[in-house]
């Protein structure tokens, strides 16, 4: 019959409670005698299991998830070792080693929690038996089921059993032993029998066991085979062991307890297992006083067992910081690993890791390479065009000798950086589709959005990628589903299995809405995917943009209003049948001053496109013919817009940039009857203004030579004869406001002149990185801006970036002339 403890909290006792259940194992043997449960006096035990409660003040929370591996599809049996012995000059004596053959890893859940009413300082733990406890698992399902990968949550998973691909590279040195938990060496699994003699043992000793016996034990019992650490951890003696080994922490030796967190990680001991907090804080009180070999060892057993310790790896940043010239190759890999796995580290320390990664950047390895650019991406740290290039000239002629897992690590900070390096992305080509049915469906992601972000267009590796992943999108998150689509779309490429491949996708949309809930930026950033390749599907349109998902998105981190406001934009013009949510007007209004505010400031004052405008104003006549502006504000870049009559003469349209331009727009948005005064029929007719007409007189007219040439080959047309010598135009609206009688408003006014028919030109003064690279291929969004405007009506003229950087270099008459045929062929003249 199984029991419950029941105890006093330990002072100072840091931990959070989980959840503990346990079946007992039938027909075992027991060693311990065991209180009938009449003799307890407790009326409610009516059956054989226990519960154990065992609480901590100031708990703290980790958590850990369980993914299965993120980048391959297969696993191979993995071996644990024990602690082996303790380090020399250690007062204790040295544990025996046991060997374990650890074929799965299982996983439990269970609660403890210390009572306070209860004294620790008696040498016999109160039992205390209750109703059997199953508030985590079942009589027949003790362990708890493995969630869907498809249902897994967007975050970084934390179990450590996810991770083996990225520890590979601890195998490559022999260095990495004292560094880093070693799972290489098999150990000969404990006897049962022993097993029930060292519980025993616990139970009769109780607090008279000393830390050198509470070591050895937890050594020997680590090395249990695997399908019996669930039932060990359900054991009483075993909850003894772990409550003696707190309340004596400060009697071991730091080599002692890194030998116990050993045991714990062979046990997989949840993270929120109660001794962990306390443990945490001791080794953050002695984390001064040890070595940097075993400031590396602790962290990477925290991190092996999926413990958030930020007050430990506060500290040991700190020191690194201090010592970071003293720290060799493999030191300095297993630091970027742990600052990788932590994601965080100060910008001063990582800067000065950057140093020693270009220092050694010859000796380290391809597996070691992969650490050390993941471990950068992991903590947001951008390496220099130097650190990037040298990493690309290391790893590209042996390409093919690096592992999936370090090859996607290096992809993930060449995109994080957007260095180029035309070498690597040559070999991507040789080494990446034969691998892609062998890569899980994570690493096919990142191998994706790596090209979209570098605007590297491999149809080979698109296309072997494409293929793949109908099969497995079930097992996309939402996040990776979000990806794909906005790897394709972005790229502007359509596979050669292009409806299956994107079907597929969509309806895995359709299957993770509950998790947009939590994560609402993965449903906008596949949406904005399908609407470059002008795909909507109306019922996710009509979520995205409903007030109760925008007011999600604005809970988050990001700032999407940009995405909300594009996505908006395109429906309205590509989906004239859809009926569903829109944004609201207030909403638009606010995302395109924002927008508007930024093109003011950084694109239309680009030495490029002001070269252009310069140019056409020359050609055409003047700043009226021409619109530096946003047609399609939603599309986030700019246009240079021109209309032309029938005859491919040049309209003016821009009258903006006339002097009195504020007046007439004034004059013109009142629309009411009004008397104009003399001084400005005096302007308006006669250019001039009577207060200032001597200052105007003594002034030369300045015309440029295309500004005459413009008007001597443009026929006369209406529009001319109502533009005064001063550039003021009298539009229909102005005449109207000067003309209607005050007295008179219901007089109807007579029906409008007819307008010439004209071409609206949106020219494009394009930049390299609106293509591919190295190509003439659009981007999606680029693409979808075009096709956007030929629907309303524009010719689009692009000014193409290899050809216009190459002008820059040549005489102004040559530039001219090629905007002017830009601008005058675009048109086939009648």
């Known amino acids: 019959m199984t029991t419950v403890i029941i105890c006093r909290r330990l002072p100072g006792g840091v931990s959070r409670a989980a959840t503990f259940s346990t079946v007992s194992r039938s027909g075992a043997k027991k060693m311990i005698p065991r209180r009938k449960p ?40 993995s071996y644990q070792n024990a602690a082996g012995s303790h380090a020399a000059g250690d007062e204790r004596p040295s544990v025996s080693k046991f060997s374990s053959i650890v074929t799965k890893q299982v996983q439990n859940t269970y609660s403890i929690t210390w009572h306070r009413s209860l004294s620790t300082k008696s040498t016999m733990l109160h039992l205390e038996f209750s109703k059997p406890f199953s508030t985590q698992a079942s009589l027949k399902q003790p362990v708890e089921p493995k969630p869907k990968r498809d249902e897994m949550p967007d975050v970084e998973v934390q179990a450590y059993h996810s991770k083996e691909d990225s520890r590979i590279f601890q195998k490559q040195r022999p260095e990495y032993s004292c560094l880093c938990y070693d799972t290489s060496t098999p150990m000969e699994p404990l006897p049962l029998e022993e097993r029930d003699l060292i519980l025993h043992s616990i139970s009769t000793l109780k607090s008279e066991l000393v830390p050198g016996t509470i070591v050895e034990y937890f050594c020997k019992l680590s090395c249990l085979p695997v399908e019996q650490h669930t039932s060990l951890k359900s054991h009483v003696e075993f909850m003894m062991l772990c409550h003696y080994s707190v309340k004596k922490i400060k009697m071991f030796s730091t080599s002692e307890l890194i030998v116990i967190l050993k045991a714990l990680v062979r046990l997989t001991v949840l993270p929120n297992h109660f001794v962990m907090s306390t443990y945490e804080r001791e080794f953050c009180l002695r984390a001064w006083t040890m070595n940097l070999e075993q400031l590396l060892l602790v962290a990477d057993l925290w991190r092996y067992l999926g413990c958030n310790v930020p007050h430990y790896l506060r500290i040991f940043l700190s020191y690194m910081s201090m010592h970071w010239e003293s720290l060799t190759l493999p030191q300095l890999v297993q630091l970027m690993y742990i600052i990788g796995e932590g994601r965080n580290a100060p910008q001063d320390l990582m800067r000065k890791l950057e140093t020693l990664v270009l220092v050694n950047l010859d000796s380290f390895n ?7 650019c993941l471990g950068a991406f992991k903590a947001h740290y951008c390496f220099s065009e130097q650190v990037m290039k040298g990493i690309g000239d290391k790893i590209s002629p ?69 293929a793949s992943v109908p099969s497995r999108v079930t097992y996309c998150r939402s996040k990776d589903t979000a990806k794909f689509l906005w790897s394709y779309g972005s790229l502007n490429y359509e596979p050669p299995n292009g409806e299956r491949f994107y079907n597929s996708l969509i309806e895995q949309l359709r299957r993770q809405l509950h998790e947009f809930r939590k994560f609402p930026q993965h449903l906008l950033t596949g949406l904005l995917g399908l609407a470059f390749t002008e795909r909507y599907p109306y019922d996710l349109i009509n979520y995205a943009l409903n007030n109760e998902f925008i007011q999600l998105i604005n809970k988050t981190r990001f700032d999407l209003k940009r995405d909300l406001f594009t996505l908006d934009g395109s429906v309205e013009i590509e989906c004239p049948d859809y009926k569903g949510n829109r944004l609201a007007p207030q909403f638009r209004q606010e995302a395109t001053e924002v927008l508007l505010s930024f093109a003011e400031r950084e694109i239309y004052v680009k030495p490029e496109v002001q070269e252009v405008l310069a140019i056409l104003e020359n050609i055409l006549g003047g700043p009226k013919y021409v619109k530096n502006h946003m047609i399609l504000p939603h599309t986030r870049t700019n246009d240079l817009e021109v ?40 302007q308006l007719l006669n250019g001039k203004s009577s207060g200032r007409s001597s200052e105007i007189d003594d002034k030369t007219e300045v015309q440029t030579h295309g500004q005459k040439r413009a008007r001597d080959e443009q026929a006369p047309s209406p529009v001319d004869y109502f533009a005064s ?89 040559k530039r001219v002339n090629y905007l002017r045929h830009k601008v005058f062929d675009s048109i086939p003249k009648k």
């Open 643 to 682: 209309h032309l009559d029938p005859d491919r003469n040049p309209i003016p349209f821009n009258f903006k940039t006339a002097p009195v331009d504020k007046q007439v727009v004034k004059d013109e948005q009142k629309d009411i009857g009004k008397s104009p005064s003399d001084d400005l029929m005096n």
């Open 398 to 466: 042996r390409l093919e000798d690096i592992s999936s897992c370090a090859l996607v690590n290096v992809l993930k900070m060449f995109r994080y950086t957007h260095v180029d390096h035309a070498d690597f992305v040559k070999q991507l080509e040789k080494v990446v589709p034969p691998r892609i049915p062998s890569i899980g469906i994570q690493g096919i992601m990142h191998i994706s959005l790596s090209c979209a972000a570098l605007r590297y267009l491999s149809k080979c590796i698109l296309n072997a990628v494409a």
């Open 38 to 77: 009449e003799e307890d006096g407790n009326p409610q035990v009516t059956d054989t299991k226990a519960e154990v409660i065992l609480r901590l003040q100031n708990p703290v929370e980790y958590r850990i998830f369980y993914s299965p591996s993120a980048y391959m599809a297969t696993k191979t049996t």
């Open 366 to 372: 391809l597996e070691e390479i992969g650490t050390i």
């Open 725 to 813: 010598p001063d550039g003021v135009p009298l539009t229909d609206s102005l005449l109207k406001v000067l003309t209607k009688s005050a007295t008179s408003p219901e007089h109807p006014s007579s029906p409008p002149t007819p307008q010439p028919a004209k071409v609206k030109l949106a020219i494009q003064v394009v930049a390299r990185n609106h293509y591919c690279y190295k190509t003439k291929h659009l981007l999606g969004l680029h693409s979808m801006k075009r096709r956007q405007l030929r629907r309303l009506g524009y010719v689009v003229v692009d000014v193409e970036f290899w050809d216009w950087f190459q002008l820059l270099r040549e005489t102004q008459a």
